[in-house]
């Protein structure tokens, strides 16, 4: 692809259960990942918008964690019905999403 | 931790043997993050530097592949000798190192 406007990065770092650090994938990641892909697709912005899967970005007890460069936004416990205000907002409007970005001791 | 000052995302993605589209897995990835890892640890950048592995970014014929943001550069057929560059030229001279990204209509 071309270099997208904005990438997406989802982390989908597992652990087993009851590891003390939790994980984005224990916290429902698949569900965040699956729904921006299939926004990507509905809309057709796969020349504006990247989207990766990571392992672990760091704010594990925020999970899932989506990470947004190149503005290097960092956003926590996002659910699947937040994933169309990320890319209304924020990857189309240009203006990050603060209610969902994690506080700026953590990122 | 902190935000970073620069974001380097290594692909690790892997494939069958023989899979048609290759794998940054099977180009040597593994020596390359871990290269980029042992650096940051010698040379105590964890507040600087983030470093996350990643699935597939796109360019998997010229993986290794290794993208640094903010600045969104892509830099393709890395090895571990490259990263010492990487790291002294890009992340902590502020000049990417032109050699090594990927041609402009790969990304």
Known sequence: M???EKHVFVCTQ???QGHPRGSCAASGCSDVINEFM????????FEKIALTNTGCMGPCMMGPSVLVYPE?????KVNKEDVKTIIDEHLLGGTPVAALQVPAEVW
């Open 2 to 4: 071309p270099k997208p």
């Open 38 to 45: 299939n926004e990507i697709q509905n809309r057709n912005l």
């Open 14 to 16: 597992n652990r087993p």
């Open 72 to 76: 290097g936004v960092m956003y926590g």
